[in-house]
Nanobody, 126 residues
Framework: QVQLVEFGGGSVQAGGSLRLSCTAS????????IAWFRQAPSKAREGVAA???????FYADSVKGRFTISQDNAKNTVYLQMNSLKPEDTAKYYC????????????????????WGQGTQVTVSS
């Protein structure tokens, strides 16, 4: 199975942008579903966005219109472009993967994914 490494976290002021990268050790194109989760202190890990094997994308309501998930197949990398960042977006962001489709009903569940990166911190100041 693939291994995942995240890059791109950092500190930004509210209204700013960041792009997170999740690079896999092998190809995930059309074979693995990839998702981004985040976890703030004392809160449960929550699904942010996902890219299914058929190219479908899913987003949490809280980030719709601000975040975009995309894939560069040649680089085995999935991106999370985050615009109009808010202080409530502050969290550790994790990339996750699973073999095969995940679907619209299950993408935001932690239990739907069995491969995880180490996480990258995003801090948004007001």
């Amino acid at each position: 199975q693939v291994q995942l490494v995240e890059f791109g976290g950092g500190s930004v002021q509210a209204g700013g942008s960041l792009r997170l990268s999740c690079t896999a050790s092998g190809s995930t194109y059309r074979t693995y579903s990839i998702a981004w989760f985040r976890q703030a202190p004392s809160k449960a890990r929550e699904g942010v966005a996902a890219l299914d094997t058929d190219g479908s994308t899913f987003y949490a309501d809280s980030v719709k219109g601000r975040f975009t998930i995309s894939q560069d197949n040649a680089k085995n990398t999935v991106y999370l472009q985050m615009n109009s960042l808010k202080p409530e977006d502050t969290a550790k962001y994790y990339c996750a993967a699973r073999w095969g489709r995940v679907g619209g009903l299950w993408w935001s569940l932690v239990s739907s994914f069995n491969i995880w990166g180490q996480g990258t911190q995003v801090t948004v100041s007001s």
